[in-house]
Structures are given as C-alpha cells and as structure tokens.
C-alpha cells in the first residue's frame, strides 16, 4: 500500500490551481467546506457527496471484548463511528487505476 497522504496544505494548492482563486481563499474555502462536512456529522446528519460518497455516523452499543494478549473480558462502552461509503464510480476509478493496472501485471 502506497505510503503517500494528501495533506490540507496540497488540497488547498489543488484548489488554487483548479479554481484560480487566491492561496488564502482556497485555504479558507477548504476549511469552510470540510468545516461544513464536520458540523453536518456532529449533528448526526449524513453527508453525500455525488461521485465520491457518502459519511455517517453510526451508534454502536454496549459490548463485551477481549484483551488479545490476556484473554480477559473489557466492556467496550457505546460509542458513535463515522462510517464512509464509497460511490460506485469512486470504486470503478479506484479499480481501474493506474496502481491497480500495475499490481495486476506483478
């Protein structure tokens, strides 16, 4: 798995570059956008965004786990976990990638 992480830093360039806005522009447009997309998710509304996916937040109950190393019983308290779900064409361009077509031909 490649090692590599877009940071906001680079997203904001993207949009700098794509858009023709100033850098401080895309800079505040980026954290307007996934201040938004925060906000939207705290308030457990679920966020979708066409060709790309869809967050949510999920409630999960009150469970009993294991510690692996011991084998002892740990409640695990509820909790809400953001869920993300891929569309179907970010799967296909995901599949059809050029990292894909290069571990298909290892």
């Not at 509820?78 to 976990?81: G, I, L, M, S, T």
């Given at each position: 798995m490649s090692e590599k992480t877009i940071t906001r830093a680079q997203l904001s360039e993207a949009i700098?570059?794509?858009?023709?806005?100033?850098?401080?522009?895309s800079a505040d447009l980026l954290e307007a956008v996934l201040n938004e997309i925060s906000s939207a998710l705290s308030r457990g509304e679920a966020v979708k965004i066409s060709s790309?996916?869809?967050f949510a937040?999920?409630?999960?109950g009150q469970r009993v786990g294991r510690n692996p190393k011991t084998g002892e019983e740990v409640p695990i308290l509820?909790?809400?976990?953001l869920v993300f779900r891929p569309s179907q064409l970010l799967k296909k361009k995901i599949n059809d990638g050029p990292v894909a077509s290069a571990k298909?031909?290892?």
């Open positions: 700098y570059q794509e858009v023709g806005l100033s850098r401080n522009e790309f996916g869809s937040v999920r409630s999960k509820p909790r809400r976990v298909a031909g290892k």
